[in-house]
């Protein structure tokens, strides 16, 4: 069965500061992956995405990502954090094609973000 | 264009009774998945439907249940709620079915407490 690990619970970063947030996965084949984010109250909104190709990713906020298929890791990085990146993220695999009745995303249990002046 | 629209919002029910939880998903998208977020479990898989047909379920008891109509809406029903049932339910619409073509577009949630 797939799972997702993401070690860091909390992490706080001084604006400004870069950010890297952990993600390991357990999958029989290289899954697809996803960084999402969610902010108090909200629902959850997509940073990025890797299906193939490319190892690092770009997403939206100038987030992204690389994929390292050796340590079956997707990890997030931003090079200066601002204080509205405060939320909590969450790293995602789901299957890699049409697995018919497995076409569903496992979350990771997410890493909440704090940012301080 | 609207987003993920899930109502009510929040609600508060007592042990015993069921609650119906609705979710419009985006206009053209077919596809909609129910997850639900608890502090313990995070979130959890309920069940996708396509096409007015449950195509994929979680690991979840009967008593959590759902249909869509033929406007892809969705509702799910959670009977007889115990207090472990108190989290937010998450709605998500795509497209298609599968998730290599896109992303899951996600409803703010709708918040369910159970005294």
């Known amino acids: 069965a797939q799972s997702v690990t993401q070690p860091d619970i909390h992490i706080t970063v001084s604006e400004g500061a870069s950010l890297e947030l952990r993600c390991n996965y357990s999958?029989?084949?290289?899954?697809?992956l996803f960084w999402y984010v969610q902010s108090p109250g909200q629902g959850l909104q997509l940073l990025l995405k890797?299906?193939?190709?490319?190892?690092l990713v770009q997403g939206i906020k100038g987030f992204e990502a690389e994929f390292k298929r050796s340590q079956s890791s997707f990890n997030l990085r931003k090079p200066s954090v601002h204080w509205s990146d405060a939320a909590e993220y969450f790293c995602?695999?789901?299957?890699?094609?049409?697995?018919?009745?497995?076409?569903?995303?496992?979350f990771g249990t997410g890493t909440r973000l704090t940012i301080i002046p | 264009k609207a987003g993920v629209t899930q109502t009510p919002r929040y609600l508060i029910k007592t042990r015993g009774q069921q609650v119906t939880l609705s979710c419009s998903p985006i206009?053209?998208?077919?596809?909609v998945s129910w997850y639900q977020q608890t502090p313990g479990q995070g979130l959890q898989f309920l069940f996708e439907?396509?096409?007015?047909?449950?195509?994929n379920k979680g690991n979840f008891p009967g008593r959590f249940s759902g249909r869509q109509f033929s406007n892809s809406r969705s509702e799910m029903n959670v009977s007889t709620l115990e207090l472990g049932d108190s989290a937010l339910y998450l709605c998500?619409?795509?497209?298609?079915?599968?998730?290599?073509?896109?992303?899951?577009?996600f409803g703010e949630g709708s918040r369910l407490t159970v005294l």
């Open positions: 890797y299906f193939s190709g490319d190892t």
């Open positions: 206009s053209g998208h077919r596809s």
């Open positions: 999958y029989g084949a290289t899954p697809y």
């Open positions: 439907y396509f096409s007015e047909t449950q195509r």
């Open positions: 995602a695999v789901g299957p890699p094609r049409q697995d018919f009745g497995n076409e569903k995303l496992t």
């Open positions: 998500a619409s795509s497209r298609q079915r599968t998730l290599n073509t896109g992303e899951l577009f």
